[in-house]
Protein backbone atom coordinates (compact mmCIF):
# COMPACT_ATOMS: atom_id res chain seq x y z
CA UNK A 1 0.00 0.00 0.00
CA UNK A 2 1.11 3.52 -0.86
CA UNK A 3 0.01 7.20 -0.56
CA UNK A 4 -2.44 8.63 -2.92
CA UNK A 5 -2.52 11.91 -2.39
CA UNK A 6 -5.04 12.76 -4.92
CA UNK A 7 -7.51 9.70 -2.99
CA UNK A 8 -6.67 11.36 0.49
CA UNK A 9 -8.08 14.47 -0.90
CA UNK A 10 -11.21 12.98 -2.20
CA UNK A 11 -11.78 11.21 1.03
CA UNK A 12 -11.46 14.76 2.55
CA UNK A 13 -13.84 16.43 0.33
CA UNK A 14 -16.06 13.35 0.96
CA UNK A 15 -15.92 13.40 4.51
CA UNK A 16 -16.81 17.27 4.43
CA UNK A 17 -19.94 16.85 1.92
CA UNK A 18 -21.27 13.93 4.00
CA UNK A 19 -21.75 16.67 6.76
CA UNK A 20 -23.19 18.82 4.48
CA UNK A 21 -20.21 21.65 5.35
CA UNK A 22 -18.34 23.90 3.06
CA UNK A 23 -15.10 24.54 2.17
CA UNK A 24 -15.13 27.89 4.30
CA UNK A 25 -17.51 26.09 7.09
CA UNK A 26 -14.74 23.50 7.72
CA UNK A 27 -11.55 25.93 7.29
CA UNK A 28 -13.20 27.94 9.94
CA UNK A 29 -13.72 25.45 12.40
CA UNK A 30 -10.47 24.31 12.29
CA UNK A 31 -7.95 27.00 11.44
CA UNK A 32 -7.25 26.57 8.14
CA UNK A 33 -7.42 28.72 4.94
CA UNK A 34 -10.29 27.70 2.11
CA UNK A 35 -7.41 27.83 -0.29
CA UNK A 36 -5.30 25.33 1.66
CA UNK A 37 -8.12 23.23 2.01
CA UNK A 38 -8.89 23.44 -1.48
CA UNK A 39 -5.08 22.11 -2.45
CA UNK A 40 -5.24 19.34 -0.25
CA UNK A 41 -8.87 18.53 -1.28
CA UNK A 42 -7.71 18.64 -5.13
CA UNK A 43 -4.47 16.44 -4.03
CA UNK A 44 -2.02 19.32 -4.51
CA UNK A 45 -1.14 19.29 -0.97
CA UNK A 46 -1.02 17.29 1.76
CA UNK A 47 -0.91 19.62 4.67
CA UNK A 48 1.54 19.21 7.88
CA UNK A 49 0.83 16.61 10.84
CA UNK A 50 -1.02 19.19 13.06
CA UNK A 51 -3.96 19.66 10.07
CA UNK A 52 -3.94 16.03 9.49
CA UNK A 53 -4.84 15.26 12.64
CA UNK A 54 -7.40 18.17 13.33
CA UNK A 55 -9.14 16.62 9.98
CA UNK A 56 -9.69 13.02 11.49
CA UNK A 57 -10.18 14.04 14.50
CA UNK A 58 -13.10 16.40 13.14
CA UNK A 59 -14.40 13.75 11.05
CA UNK A 60 -13.79 11.27 13.89
CA UNK A 61 -11.70 8.84 11.88
CA UNK A 62 -8.59 7.20 11.76
CA UNK A 63 -5.29 8.66 10.66
CA UNK A 64 -5.27 5.36 8.82
CA UNK A 65 -8.45 5.99 6.86
CA UNK A 66 -7.70 9.36 6.26
CA UNK A 67 -4.48 8.91 4.71
CA UNK A 68 -4.11 5.23 3.35
CA UNK A 69 -8.38 4.71 3.11
CA UNK A 70 -8.04 1.67 5.57
CA UNK A 71 -10.81 1.63 7.95
CA UNK A 72 -10.02 0.37 11.50
CA UNK A 73 -10.96 -3.18 11.38
CA UNK A 74 -10.25 -5.40 8.78
CA UNK A 75 -12.40 -8.17 7.08
CA UNK A 76 -11.37 -11.19 8.96
CA UNK A 77 -11.78 -9.30 12.64
CA UNK A 78 -14.87 -7.36 11.29
CA UNK A 79 -16.44 -11.05 9.83
CA UNK A 80 -15.44 -12.90 14.19
CA UNK A 81 -17.41 -9.51 15.34
CA UNK A 82 -20.35 -9.44 13.48
CA UNK A 83 -20.63 -13.46 14.25
CA UNK A 84 -20.20 -13.12 17.46
CA UNK A 85 -23.02 -10.22 17.85
CA UNK A 86 -24.95 -12.83 15.84
CA UNK A 87 -24.34 -15.16 18.25
CA UNK A 88 -25.09 -12.92 21.21
CA UNK A 89 -28.37 -11.70 19.77
CA UNK A 90 -29.80 -15.78 19.58
CA UNK A 91 -28.54 -16.15 23.23
CA UNK A 92 -30.55 -13.18 24.53
CA UNK A 93 -33.63 -14.11 22.32
CA UNK A 94 -34.02 -17.82 24.27
CA UNK A 95 -33.65 -15.77 27.52
Do not use: P
Request: proline share 0%; aromatic share 6%.
Amino acid sequence: MYFNQKNYGKRIKDLRENQGLTQEELCEKIGISVHHLSNIERGNRVGNIDVIIMLAEYFNVSLDYLLLGRSGLNAKLREQLDLALSLLQDVQMKI
